[in-house]
T-cell receptor, first 118, second 114 residues
Framework: DTAVSQTPKYLVTQMGNDKSIKCEQN?????MYWYKQDSKKFLKIMFS???????INETVPNRFSPKSPDKAHLNLHINSLELGDSAVYFC?????????????????FGQGTRLTVV | AQSVTQLDSHVSVSEGTPVLLRCNYS??????LFWYVQHPNKGLQLLLK??????LVKGINGFEAEFKKSETSFHLTKPSAHMSDAAEYFC????????????FGQGTELSVKP
């Protein structure tokens, strides 16, 4: 009974293609994220959605477009893939508990999608 | 701006000896701090968290961390390393003013020798 699940786990595709990664969480959280892990294992946020509303967009090329059909799902669509897009993409979710309780709780991560662009 | 710095990119210990992974943070307000672990080709798992309650935080698998405001540190320790502890460890701060986004340190790779 996976809390945060993303598909596919592996994705190999050619330059110029368009691909999507799907993410679903069953934790009832109201905030979801996409993080990118590069070849040096450094992790950086790409997007964040709260109740289907985009709240963070960290200078990501507009070839990347997140979509949140409901608060349990956050998908990532990538157009015109480039070699430099090769990375591991992680979906995560957390719950906004408000300022009184230290704001956001810890994030729960999916298993990652390893994208290889050839 | 919030940030974290992991002072060692790689730490190697022998099985049964103590583990110390060092992390310093920078924050303009009382931070929420976390340690996550990533085993090879796996996702990220939360080890422990500090959210302004007790300064000594106990986590899973025998790990603990101590929040020291005067030193702006949040070092991760374990009394006795196990082979299964070999992994990448990330010190993380949460930015509550930016939708709870996590800001990751550079990571410390822990190797455990038999």
């Amino acid at each position: 009974d996976t809390a945060v699940s993303q598909t596919p786990k592996y994705l190999v595709t050619q330059m110029g293609n368009d691909k999507s990664i799907k993410c679903e969480q069953n934790l009832g959280h109201d905030t979801m994220y996409w993080y990118k892990q590069d070849s040096k294992k450094f992790l950086k946020i790409m997007f964040s959605y709260n109740n289907k509303e985009l709240i963070i967009n960290e200078t990501v090329p507009n070839r990347f477009s997140p979509k949140s059909p409901d608060k349990a799902h956050l998908n990532l669509h990538i157009n015109s893939l480039e070699l430099g897009d090769s990375a591991v993409y992680f979906c995560a979710s957390s719950q906004d508990r408000g300022a009184a309780q230290g704001a956001y709780a810890e994030a729960f991560f999916g298993q990652g999608t390893r994208l290889t662009v050839v | 701006a919030q940030s974290v710095t992991q002072l060692d990119s790689h730490v190697s210990v022998s099985e049964g000896t103590p583990v110390l992974l060092r992390c310093n943070y920078s924050s303009s307000y009382s931070p929420s701090l976390f340690w996550y672990v990533q085993h090879p080709n796996k996702g990220l798992q939360l080890l422990l968290k500090y959210t302004s309650a007790a300064t000594l935080v106990k986590g899973i698998n025998g790990f603990e961390a101590e929040f020291k405001k005067s030193e702006t540190s949040f070092h991760l320790t374990k009394p006795s390393a196990h082979m299964s502890d070999a992994a990448e460890y990330f010190c993380v701060v949460s930015d509550r003013n930016q939708g709870g986004k996590l800001i990751f340190g550079q990571g410390t790779e822990l190797s455990v020798k038999p």
